[in-house]
């Protein structure tokens, strides 16, 4: 092995926040031995990408970014390139192969193991773990408002549509002291809202909203989110610790999926329709004020026209103020890619999305409309993308709001009065600066 005086680290990051918190790990771990973290390629020595395998689309991004990186690799010799990531755990056969090999792969649970792979020039680990949780280690974060907390990994669920469960392992809590450990360094650094992060929230062990509490109790001005909620875990006490405590954020993300319960059932989601509207009733009776989000798949296995319809009446009877929408992608190894065929022909599903997509348009713009006249606190987060003289913040339900600058600065929080709105924004104007 050679000494290197110092080695140039680039990562860059696809797919979901849990990535994004992975990363902020592996760059924690190789820091430690002394790689040096790096905003461009141009003077990389060590390249990863972290990738994703939650659709086709993904994976098939990663396979064209590794063409280029190959090119640019023959101009740069010694550079080596890792995937990292749920693509790592799938398909290491694959990347280790043919002329666009890579020299590093390691999966979600074997982070710890990059050095060795590094120093030795190359080699995979896509071992998963039963109880590898990072916990102690400490993830290296640009400075900012809001910064993701990962509480647990992997997943138990096996809806049958999802790689998850093959990529990231069984699922594990992350101890709870670890975790406020970190919440109160961050607020300490100047942060002032943490979003917890697990596949699924609400079976975290001992307690999802007692760790919830603790967190917010760091201080009243932290704002705590989570994501994501399994709406077959999500708890009376869950709602009530929200509602008892202001600065837990009203803002739900929950999942649907579909709106057809034959269809919940193929997707292994183990709630119905009705389920699902009762849990949002209750969040409506008890937190009258809280955004519901959503996730949506069109055009899963099997699924007729009066199905997709189904989604289309359950979006329209919660009235989601947001969503994220998909075509369903076949994952090979799933429940489903073995036991339901990937029967709808695409242009039909991107029809379905595409109707989907109007539809929720619609719903969130009637969401915002709702909000003008009315007056929120937000945390402010940056400067707005259009035009310097305006900032953003969120309002607790996780809306933007873009208004003149005045006296407040990036961190801040502030009371807005709402005087406008589109499907993607509110704006607003400056009532007074809080604190
Ligand atoms: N095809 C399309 N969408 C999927 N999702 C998960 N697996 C698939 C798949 N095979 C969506 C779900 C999930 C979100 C993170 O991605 O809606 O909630
Ligand atoms: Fe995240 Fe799932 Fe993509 Fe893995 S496959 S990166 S867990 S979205």
Redesign the pocket.
Known sequence: MQLQPSRNLYVET???Q??VGDTEIVVSILQREGYVPTETLDNADVVLLN????RDN?EQRIWGRLVELRRYRRRKRGMLVGVI??MAERLKEELLQGEDAVDVVAG?DSYRDLPRLLAQGGGANTLLSSEETYAEILPVRKEGVGAYISIMRG?DNYCSY???PY??GRERSRDPHTILREARELFDRGYREVTLLG?NVNSYKPDFPDLLRSVAEISPLLRVRFATSHPKDLSDKLIETIAEVPNICRSIHLPAQSGSTRMLERMNRKYTREHYLEIVDKIRKKLPDASISTDLIAGFSGETKEEHEETLSLMREVGFDSAYMFKYSERPGTLASRQMPDDIPDPVKTARLSEIIALQNELSAASNAKDVGKTFEILVEGVSKRSDAQLYGRTSQNKVVVFDRGGVRVGDYATVKVTGSSSATLKGVLRKNVQ
């Open positions: 696809y797919g979901c849990m990535n990738t994703c395998s939650i993904a990531g749920c979600p997943c999802c790689v998850v990529t990231r596949q």
